[in-house]
């Protein structure tokens, strides 16, 4: 098992090729293939995850391959406290979405083979140490976002794809000026465990166009990844692209892709550029009061069920963005309080998580009424919990863990995030609250207006969630629940990773303050 | 070298010609239709030639015929990438259906004509031999775009390229006169050392001079704003054309660029070292707005174009200014850059033209109306051309995304004045993006799943198949090119 995370990377890759190479007409065959080699890549995962050593903040797991000796590129895998848990979300969301893909009619190779293009790709950015690779898996992604919202999505599925695409690309090309940035700086390398040992030092004084290099490569960087997040103002792709993907796309969405800037931003803008954390930090916890805010209203002015969810999730990550701001927290300037820091940080890595679970299942839901009714119209609905008691009471738990009321695992989270922000950013996290307000009104206002009062005549043969979409939906909110109650278990597993990274922004900060 | 000792490193030329004329005397004994076979013998002869060039590789660099011509491993690689192109253009004009209704003896006759002036372009290091090359080449070019004398729409693409070609060359000529007059000869070496001695730094005289030959130049890659001949021609030409019009010359193009600026302008020792001559004029902010210019007016008009071929031709455009964009720096890495780049375009670039002409084959047609669905009916098509718009984007993991991210680097290591050439340049890839995958939507995202799935020609497949392999493998390991462009990275310098 010694190259175990290139088979959580090839392994889809492989099952992709597979795909390609079934007749199209054998639709069931290739559904079982997705799922057979999702399944098998869900339990590699849990394997890593059981061997893991968590009380090791470090890379483990490390591979190494030259790649092109000229560049000094090299195939580097590894995964730590950070990446482990995003990697165990992947594998399980790319499985539980097979499931919710079954009932796609249109094409069933190519969506399959695209989707498991996809996997690879997202497992990919999660894995690899080496910025040419991250990269290359970064933009990987890309191309099968495009063809699965574009293909399989809604009546504007064209409009939203390129959006999508040309949004992210614009990120990721300032993001590529950043990389080239640091190789250059940091003596021609683009190992990223080697570039976060130099960086600090090497950037030390450099000026670009007398502007502090450091900074300026934090933030050709943060936007880059700022997109995928979204934070405001580069949220505008999200709504659109989430209305029209496929319901499973808009579960991996949610789930995981936006999880990649946040990764993103703690692995690389963290983990490279501590110094110019200190200076953004503010900056980080305002844009995270108004994601918070921005998108508590305009989920709240929502009429369709799908733009209300994918606004929450721009609500949801600036409560994320806030736990990470906290990390300043540390330093000896704001008192040195590492147990903020951690709490933030470690809040923020946990909010990720839990809003990976939460949106996954509030999409998968509001995919189960779709498919019945053929719209998401808030107000063309009205008591369906007549109609369908198990699925009201599914939905149910699913708003309130979305809303954060306590025993779900988004309260945890949101939580940690606003404790260990609290002493730096007193007036903001104050503010924020207010976010909560939003979130608890519009999940409620939806949740009244769906499924109480007068049943719509239209809708008196509407048939219960079925057993396929129960399955898809159980797991998750059993693990919501879980962590919800005994969050220890997850906490445990970063802990170690998030101290280092803690370790490194309060170092710098200490000696900034000298 | 004196002419006679000569003869023996200009072998490749030599064969060239001999088959030229053979190809001539063949095509006056054939009927029509069996006119193909010129193709046939201007092919293996080409193959010759390139193994005749692989056999000169130890020469060390030299000059022959009295500093007329050069042979170096830079010119060697140019001369490859020109001999890969039109081997694949050849293969191609046996399936462009546009052609049926001609004799194609002179056709390829001609080309192989054109090969020899492009074999000079990419060697010459004389302002006599360096006219007479581009001469050459475009007289050829001029024929070959109006080619198709039935069609109106060729005869103007040779009407106007012959327009622009003659004017662009009657102004390049007039600033060779000028710098001949300031420097007492013609060759390379000695202009340089007259340059560099030259008293006032800014002599307006050699600026002049200077900016009229660059119109020259930049006329030959179609570079702003001398490249209002390009979407015409290309449009009117026989794709084959176009598709070799937009690889070929461009590539001996820049071959001619480098060698002028490093040899002229360079102390002639390290490539790295600083212009020198006419210090005090702003040469690589004229060249990098100029290559911003070039790139971003490619994009944005390509745009709003129909049809695929003439997007295809303002993409072109776009694509010298990605290459213009490291002239500026004109190190050993910009160099290399941009012969990577050329490598790699070569093959997305003739992709790209190959499935407009499976596309015309089959329906007759090369605006976006004639591709939709294209990629339900023809599976294989669709895929190879997704592949080639990602390449010519310049997304990774295709040839296109090394081309541009050597180029990216280089400006990046030169240092933060070029800095916004980088961020120019990624952000005309942003916009690219748009009117490639304009492509890939109407050939997926508008269609219909069709019940029988049609398969290209034989010849065609196989003709994309060998574009397509290197524009996404050389996307994913890259060494062997690499090495290669490294060792063709010698240049033929001398000082007096």
């Given amino acids: 098992m010694d190259n175990i995370l290139s088979l959580l990377i090839w392994l889809p890759i492989l099952g992709a090729i597979v795909v390609a190479f079934i007749p199209r007409d054998k639709e069931d065959i290739i559904r079982y293939t997705a799922a057979g080699f999702t399944g098998v890549q869900f339990i590699i995962a849990i394997l890593l995850w059981r061997k893991f050593e968590p009380g090791n903040g470090s890379m483990q797991f490390m591979e190494r391959l030259e790649w092109i000796p000229s560049l000094n590129i090299s195939y580097i895998l590894g995964v730590d406290g950070l990446s482990l848990p995003m990697v165990l979300l992947t594998a399980m969301l790319f499985f539980i979405c097979v499931f919710v893909s079954w009932n796609i009619k249109k094409a069933v190779k190519g969506y399959f083979a695209l989707y498991l293009l996809l996997d690879a790709g997202v497992v990919g950015v999660f894995l690899s140490l080496d910025f040419f690779l991250f990269y290359i898996f970064w933009e990987v992604m890309l191309l099968p976002m495009y063809f699965l919202i574009g293909m399989w999505g809604g009546p504007q599925r064209e409009y939203a794809a390129i959006k999508f695409f040309l949004y992210t690309l614009f990120g990721?090309?300032?993001?590529?000026?950043?990389?080239?940035?640091?190789?250059?700086?940091?003596?021609?390398?683009?190992?990223?465990?080697?570039?976060?040992?130099?960086?600090?030092?090497?950037?030390?004084?450099?000026?670009?166009?007398?502007?502090?290099?450091?900074?300026?490569?934090?933030?050709?960087?943060?936007?880059?990844?700022?997109?995928?997040?979204?934070?405001?103002?580069?949220?505008?792709?999200?709504?659109?692209?989430?209305?029209?993907?496929?319901?499973?796309?808009?579960?991996?969405?949610?789930?995981?892709?936006?999880?990649?800037?946040?990764?993103?931003?703690?692995?690389?803008?963290?983990?490279?550029?501590?110094?110019?954390?200190?200076?953004?930090?503010?900056?980080?916890?305002?844009?995270?009061?108004?994601?918070?805010?921005?998108?508590?209203?305009?989920?709240?002015?929502?009429?369709?069920?799908?733009?209300?969810?994918?606004?929450?999730?721009?609500?949801?990550?600036?409560?994320?963005?806030?736990?990470?701001?906290?990390?300043?927290?540390?330093?000896?300037?704001?008192?040195?309080?590492?147990?903020?820091?951690?709490?933030?940080?470690?809040?923020?890595?946990?909010?990720?998580?839990?809003?990976?679970?939460?949106?996954?299942?509030?999409?998968?839901?509001?995919?189960?009424?779709?498919?019945?009714?053929?719209?998401?119209?808030?107000?063309?609905?009205?008591?369906?919990?007549?109609?369908?008691?198990?699925?009201?009471?599914?939905?149910?738990?699913?708003?309130?863990?979305?809303?954060?009321?306590?025993?779900?695992?988004?309260?945890?989270?949101?939580?940690?995030?606003?404790?260990?922000?609290?002493?730096v950013f007193k007036t903001i996290v104050v503010l924020s609250t207010i976010g909560i307000l939003l979130n608890a009104a519009y999940f409620l206002w939806a949740f009244q207006r769906v499924f109480f009062g007068k049943l719509n005549e239209k809708y008196k043969d509407m048939t219960e969630i079925n057993g396929l979409e129960l399955f898809t939906v159980i797991p998750l909110a059993v693990i919501t629940l879980f962590f919800g109650l005994y969050p220890r278990p997850y906490l445990d597993l970063i802990r170690a990773t998030m101290d280092q990274i803690i370790e490194k922004v309060a170092f710098v900060a200490n000696f900034a303050s000298m | 070298m004196t002419n006679l000792q000569s003869l023996e490193f200009f072998v490749p030329e030599i064969i060239l010609v001999i088959i030229v004329i053979a190809a001539l005397?063949?095509?006056?004994?054939?009927?029509?239709?069996?006119?193909?076979?010129?193709?046939?013998?201007?092919?293996?002869?080409?193959?010759?030639?390139?193994?005749?060039?692989?056999?000169?590789?130890?020469?060390?660099?030299?000059?022959?015929?009295?500093?007329?011509?050069?042979?170096?491993?830079?010119?060697?690689?140019?001369?490859?990438?020109?001999?890969?192109?039109?081997?694949?253009?050849?293969?191609?004009?046996?399936?462009?259906?546009?052609?049926?209704?001609?004799?194609?003896?002179?056709?390829?006759?001609?080309?192989?004509?054109?090969?020899?002036?492009?074999?000079?372009?990419?060697?010459?290091?004389?302002?006599?031999?360096?006219?007479?090359?581009?001469?050459?080449?475009?007289?050829?070019?001029?024929?070959?775009?109006?080619?198709?004398?039935?069609?109106?729409?060729?005869?103007?693409?040779?009407?106007?390229?012959?327009?622009?070609?003659?004017?662009?060359?009657?102004?390049?000529?007039?600033?060779?006169?000028?710098?001949?007059?300031?420097?007492?000869?013609?060759?390379?070496?000695?202009?340089?050392?007259?340059?560099?001695?030259?008293?006032?730094?800014?002599?307006?005289?050699?600026?002049?001079?200077?900016?009229?030959?660059?119109?020259?130049?930049?006329?030959?890659?179609?570079?702003?704003?001398?490249?209002?001949?390009?979407?015409?021609?290309?449009?009117?030409?026989?794709?084959?054309?176009?598709?070799?019009?937009?690889?070929?010359?461009?590539?001996?193009?820049?071959?001619?660029?480098?060698?002028?600026?490093?040899?002229?302008?360079?102390?002639?020792?390290?490539?790295?070292?600083?212009?020198?001559?006419?210090?005090?004029?702003?040469?690589?902010?004229?060249?990098?707005?100029?290559?911003?210019?070039?790139?971003?007016?490619?994009?944005?008009?390509?745009?709003?174009?129909?049809?695929?071929?003439?997007?295809?031709?303002?993409?072109?455009?776009?694509?010298?200014?990605?290459?213009?964009?490291?002239?500026?720096?004109?190190?050993?890495?910009?160099?290399?850059?941009?012969?990577?780049?050329?490598?790699?375009?070569?093959?997305?670039?003739?992709?790209?033209?190959?499935?407009?002409?499976?596309?015309?084959?089959?329906?007759?047609?090369?605006?976006?109306?004639?591709?939709k669905g294209l990629g339900w009916e023809m599976p294989f098509v669709g895929c190879v051309m997704t592949l080639f718009m990602l390449s010519l984007t310049g997304l990774p993991p295709t040839a296109g995304f090394v081309g541009k991210f050597y180029i990216f680097k280089t400006l990046v290591g030169a240092g933060n004045s070029y800095y916004w050439l980088v961020i120019a340049g990624g952000l005309n890839s942003v916009v690219s993006l748009y009117y490639y995958f304009h492509v890939v939507k109407v050939m997926f995202l508008d269609g219909e799943r069709s019940d029988k799935i049609i398969q290209p020609p034989v010849t065609m497949f196989g003709l994309l198949v060998v574009t397509a392999v290197p524009s996404l493998f050389l996307g994913l390991y890259w060494n062997p090119l690499i090495s290669w462009v490294k060792e063709s990275l010698v240049f033929y310098t001398q000082t007096l």
């Fill in chain 1, 172 to 423: 990721s090309v300032l993001m590529l000026v950043g990389i080239l940035g640091l190789y250059f700086t940091c003596g021609k390398t683009f190992d990223i465990l080697l570039i976060m040992e130099r960086a600090p030092e090497a950037l030390d004084g450099v000026l670009w166009w007398g502007m502090s290099a450091a900074k300026v490569i934090w933030v050709l960087l943060f936007i880059g990844f700022a997109i995928k997040v979204p934070v405001f103002p580069f949220h505008t792709w999200l709504p659109l692209v989430h209305v029209e993907a496929p319901t499973a796309i808009s579960v991996i969405l949610a789930g995981i892709l936006l999880k990649l800037g946040v990764y993103g931003i703690i692995r690389v803008n963290y983990g490279i550029l501590p110094n110019a954390v200190w200076w953004f930090a503010g900056g980080l916890a305002i844009l995270g009061l108004v994601n918070v805010i921005w998108g508590g209203l305009c989920a709240l002015a929502q009429t369709d069920l799908k733009k209300l969810v994918a606004y929450s999730s721009i609500n949801h990550m600036g409560y994320s963005l806030l736990g990470m701001a906290a990390v300043v927290a540390a330093g000896a300037a704001n008192g040195g309080d590492l147990k903020a820091a951690q709490a933030g940080l470690s809040g923020a890595v946990f909010q990720m998580f839990n809003h990976g679970t939460i949106s996954a299942m509030l999409f998968i839901l509001v995919g189960v009424v779709y498919e019945r009714a053929h719209h998401r119209d808030i107000e063309g609905f009205g008591g369906l919990a007549s109609q369908m008691p198990i699925y009201t009471g599914v939905t149910a738990l699913a708003f309130f863990a979305g809303l954060g009321l306590p025993g779900f695992s988004g309260f945890i989270s949101e939580a940690m995030c606003f404790i260990g922000a609290f002493p």
């Fill in chain 2, 25 to 371: 005397i063949t095509d006056l004994f054939l009927k029509k239709s069996k006119t193909d076979l010129i193709g046939w013998v201007l092919g293996i002869g080409l193959i010759v030639v390139a193994l005749s060039i692989i056999n000169l590789r130890h020469v060390p660099p030299t000059t022959l015929f009295s500093d007329m011509i050069v042979i170096d491993p830079f010119s060697s690689f140019i001369k490859i990438v020109i001999i890969l192109s039109t081997l694949l253009v050849i293969v191609a004009s046996w399936n462009n259906h546009e052609l049926n209704d001609y004799r194609k003896g002179e056709y390829f006759t001609i080309m192989g004509i054109m090969v020899i002036g492009l074999f000079l372009m990419s060697s010459s290091v004389d302002i006599i031999m360096l006219y007479i090359s581009i001469e050459v080449v475009s007289i050829m070019s001029f024929v070959l775009a109006a080619y198709l004398k039935l069609d109106t729409r060729s005869n103007e693409a040779g009407l106007k390229y012959v327009i622009y070609g003659a004017f662009s060359s009657g102004v390049m000529l007039f600033g060779l006169s000028i710098v001949y007059g300031l420097a007492g000869s013609t060759n390379y070496f000695v202009i340089q050392e007259s340059i560099a001695a030259l008293d006032s730094p800014a002599n307006p005289a050699l600026v002049m001079g200077m900016l009229m030959i660059f119109a020259g130049f930049g006329y030959k890659i179609s570079a702003v704003p001398f490249h209002f001949w390009t979407p015409d021609v290309y449009e009117g030409s026989p794709t084959t054309i176009t598709a070799y019009l937009s690889v070929a010359p461009k590539a001996a193009g820049f071959a001619m660029i480098i060698r002028f600026f490093h040899q002229v302008f360079s102390d002639g020792h390290a490539l790295s070292s600083n212009m020198i001559g006419i210090t005090d004029i702003p040469w690589p902010e004229i060249i990098g707005v100029l290559a911003v210019v070039t790139m971003t007016m490619g994009n944005l008009v390509a745009i709003q174009q129909e049809s695929i071929k003439r997007m295809l031709a303002y993409s072109s455009i776009a694509h010298a200014g990605y290459m213009m964009l490291a002239l500026p720096v004109i190190s050993i890495d910009a160099i290399e850059a941009i012969m990577i780049y050329l490598f790699v375009y070569l093959f997305m670039n003739l992709g790209a033209f190959f499935i407009v002409i499976t596309v015309k084959n089959k329906t007759g047609g090369e605006t976006f109306d004639d591709y």
